[in-house]
């Protein structure tokens, strides 16, 4: 009859990082990219600009992305201690990161689409109009890359947490396509405008299109492989090996290493020694190992002499 409490031995699965401040920002961010999305579609309907009628379209599915980005943030901490799930919620902001990303690639698909149309079938375009509502647009988003690159890029004391939220990197890259597409309109109807050339204006939604599909491969990049439980952080790996195998004759026949959160990661360690110890000796041995935050050991004891597993047959993932 056990007489102390299992809570002792339980690992604790909340392995998402709060980001209140990070939440707060990017819905003001939110209502101001509504708002704009709205003027500046109307007005490039009104005034004949492709330029402009592609980054008010283009702003309404960052709308959709930043309501993705706050949902994620709002889901992750009213479940982040629900058993239900087996490892918390940390995933659930790399999820909303992956799924702006998708987002931005049907941005950049469509921008690409319609621009090639208005190349061979040229609108007539109010410039003096669509320009000033194209310096509103960029105004906006000068302002809300601002309000987000500050939660991007502080907070030194945790480890620079916030570059590792991909839920709040997907948002600052919305913004930031945002800010392109408003600067390339600009470009685009002032050189139309003085030049004549308003073949420009498309040619600019194609260029616009071109960089923001590079941007949603970038996070696709970074967050498909966590989602997957994809080995990124092989040296990780190798130093969890050499901590344990430089005690005793330890031997690791099997490790697995993967990320359960924008900064957390679960590890499963099998090892072979002659004289095992407590479970709780080897997770000590790994101390110095930063952001392990779920620790399993199986301690296998080995019955023959010797008893030698050779580096190359290690089973890793």
């Known amino acids: 009859m056990h007489i102390t409490e299992l809570e002792t031995w339980q690992h604790k699965h909340n392995f998402e990082i709060t ?22 579609i109307v007005a490039g ?3 004949g600009s492709m330029a402009l009628l592609a980054d008010g379209w283009h702003m309404g599915t960052h709308v959709a992305a930043f309501v993705i980005t706050v949902f994620a943030y ?23 990161g992956f799924t702006s990303a998708v987002i931005l690639l049907v941005v950049a698909l469509v921008m690409a689409v319609e ?21 509103l647009g960029l105004f906006i988003n000068v302002v809300c890359a601002l309000l987000l690159k500050d939660e991007h890029g502080h907070d030194h004391q945790h480890e620079h947490v916030h570059h590792h939220d991909h839920n709040l ?14 600067f390339l309109a600009i470009i685009a109807l002032v050189a139309g405008k ?4 308003n073949w420009l204006d498309p040619v600019m939604g194609i260029v616009g299109a071109l960089v923001i599909t590079r941007w949603s491969f970038n996070l696709l990049k970074e967050s498909a492989p966590v989602l997957m439980d994809k080995d990124i952080e092989n040296s990780k790996k190798e130093a969890i090996k050499v901590k344990v195998e430089s005690d005793s004759d330890n031997r690791v026949s099997d490790l697995h290493l993967w990320k359960v959160g924008p900064n957390s990661y679960a590890v499963i360690i099998s090892l072979v020694t002659h004289f095992p110890k407590p479970v709780e000796y080897y ?13 399993t050991i199986e301690v296998n004891k080995c019955m023959s002499e010797p008893c030698i597993i050779p580096r190359s047959t290690m089973m890793t993932s």
């Not at 990197?169 to 408003?182: C, E, G, I, N, R």
């Open 194 to 197: 003085f030049f004549g050339w």
């Open 115 to 135: 621009s090639l149309e208005r190349v061979f079938n040229p609108r007539d375009i109010h410039f003096n109009e669509a320009i000033w509502v194209a310096l």
């Open 169 to 182: 990197k997907a948002a600052y890259f919305h913004v930031l396509a945002d800010a392109l597409t408003s």
């Open 74 to 96: 709002k889901y992750a901490r009213k479940h982040q201690a629900n058993p239900q799930f087996a490892f918390g919620t940390g995933k659930v902001s790399v999820l909303g």
């Open 19 to 40: 980001h209140k401040k990070s939440e707060q920002r990017t819905t003001q961010v939110l209502i101001m990219t509504a708002v704009t999305m709205v003027v500046e």
């Open 283 to 295: 997770k000590n041995l790994l101390q110095d190992i930063h952001k392990l935050s779920h620790i």
């Open 45 to 47: 309907m009104l005034f």
